[in-house]
């Protein structure tokens, strides 16, 4: 398996694998349960899912329209009052839901694959924390 193939599954899935990552999320971690207070879950795992999407696409095939967006979207997570040690805490779930939503299909190939791309969108979004993007 290889990083588009599991985007495919994840896209596929519809918002199963948003709201199995939220669950463990905020179940691992409820001290940021006061982030998704007023959030609709249900669209909130939509939004995971595109934003999946568009990591893939900057891991696979960087634009700089798309780094711009990576970028506003640190400034946005920065206005909510997201930390930046917390993304470290979304890894952490992010990468044990994408373990056992893929099963047996999860190998180390993919899992590095899914890795370097979430440094790439974490580099480009503690950019947006330093200086304040809008779009």
Known sequence: MEIHESLNEI???KDQFGRLFYERFLETYP????HFARVDMKRQ???????LMVIERFYSQPTPAIELYMRYLGTKHHELGVGTGDFSKFFESMFQT????????????VERQWREAFERTTSAMFEGYLERVQV
């Open 11 to 13: 896209l596929h899935s």
């Open 31 to 34: 001290e940021l349960q006061h």
């Open 45 to 51: 795992a939509i939004i995971l899912t595109t934003a």
């Open 98 to 109: 994408l373990k056992s939503f893929h099963g047996d299909q999860w190998n180390p190939d």
